[in-house]
């Protein structure tokens, strides 16, 4: 079966720099895209970032300038490097992917268990 394995998420001071892997296993087809959302507490989830497979990204309007997506595909890895961090950024962070795989050779989306970034003094 497809998984999405998180790292580097944690506890970081503000103006300090994260960087977020993601690394998909199993039988994968094909990626059509893969991105990072966040949801922090009482809000709805939002997408951060996004790159499709031909390398074109997209970004929210608060991340642009500090954060940067970036794809690894001999190792079907994302990351999200994050600088300039602030403590508006403090949410669990979801790797996402829209791929096909063997089990559903069909176009979906897998989501990663979700890791902490907190930032604070």
């Known amino acids: 079966q497809v998984q999405l394995v998180e790292s580097g998420g944690g506890l970081v001071q503000p103006g300090g720099s994260l960087r977020l892997s993601c690394a998909a296993s199993?039988?994968?087809?094909?990626?059509?895209?893969m991105g990072w959302y966040r949801q922090a507490p009482g809000k709805q989830r939002e997408l951060v970032a996004a790159?499709?497979?031909?390398?074109?990204?997209n970004y929210a309007d608060s991340v642009k300038g500090r954060f940067t997506i970036s794809k690894d595909n001999a190792k079907n890895t994302v990351y999200l490097q994050m600088n300039s961090l602030k403590p508006e950024d403090t949410a669990v962070y979801y790797c996402?992917?829209?791929?096909?795989?063997?089990?559903?050779?069909?176009?979906?989306?897998?989501w990663g268990q979700g890791t902490q970034v907190t930032v604070s003094s």
């Open positions: 996402n992917a829209r791929m096909r795989s063997s089990q559903f050779p069909s176009l979906r989306d897998y």
């Open positions: 199993g039988s994968i087809f094909s990626v059509n895209a």
């Open positions: 790159i499709t497979s031909g390398g074109s990204t």
